[in-house]
Each structure stands twice: as structure tokens, then as C-alpha cells.
């Protein structure tokens, strides 16, 4: 039982460096976002008051590939939330896990004492 617990807390804490590096991972895509939606901002900017076709034509080819980069962030963002989310589950009923060996152990250690305690008495009673 011991061996199991030891072996369920190795396991918590790798679920959980896991889950630290998905979040950080998450947390990227989301910065990468936040970039291209900067990037559309300036572009647009720029635009402001230009007329030049040429200029035109360059802006819209990088809005169209910034979409595109959007897009996918957008779906890397959504797949990582759902693995977060997945993870997220496994590593709380890995916890109960845990939490519940822990006081099995707790009540397996309480009921040795109380049997050495019997013991004791009992060879003080006969004694």
C-alpha cells in the first residue's frame, strides 16, 4: 500500500509539471495572438490615408496571411485548451487517488499502534 502511494505521488507531480508546461504553452498561443492582432492593428494604420495599389496590393497579402496564422493559432488554442481541460480532470481524480491512499495508510498505521498498545496491556496484565 505504501509502495502504491509513493508510486500515485510520482505520478501527481508529473501530472502536474504537465499541466504547468500546457498552461505555459496555452498561455504562448495566446501571446502569439495577441502579436498578430497588433500586427492587423498596424497594418491598418498604415493603410490609414494610402492610395498606392502597389502598397495596397503588399498590405493585403500580409492581412490574408496573418488571417491564416489567426486561424491556426485558433485552432491550436482550442486543442490545447481541450487537452488542458482533459488533463485537468485526470490529474483531480489522480489527487482522490492519492488523498485516499494517504489515509488508508493514516488508518492502517492508526490500527498497528492500537494493536501494540493491546499487546502492551496485555503483557503488563499478565505480568
Not at 490615408?49 to 491556426?72: K, M, N, V, W, Y
Not at 482533459?86 to 493514516?106: M, N, P
Amino acid at each position: 500500500m505504501r509502495q502504491r502511494h509513493k508510486s500515485l505521488k510520482r505520478l501527481l507531480h508529473v501530472k502536474n509539471q504537465l499541466h504547468q508546461k500546457e498552461e505555459a504553452e496555452l498561455a504562448e498561443i495566446q501571446r502569439q495572438k495577441g502579436e498578430i492582432e497588433a500586427e492587423r492593428r498596424a497594418v491598418f494604420d498604415i493603410l490609414g490615408g494610402r492610395d498606392d495599389p502597389f502598397i495596397l496590393g503588399l498590405a493585403c497579402r500580409h492581412l490574408i496571411q496573418t488571417q491564416r496564422r489567426e486561424s491556426e493559432l485558433h485552432e491550436r488554442e482550442q486543442e490545447q485548451k481541450t487537452q488542458l481541460m482533459r488533463r485537468t480532470a485526470q490529474k483531480k481524480s489522480l489527487e482522490k487517488i492519492v488523498e485516499e491512499a494517504g489515509r488508508r495508510i493514516a488508518r492502517e498505521d492508526e490500527k498497528l499502534e492500537l494493536l501494540e498498545i493491546g499487546e502492551r496491556l496485555a503483557a503488563k496484565a499478565i505480568r
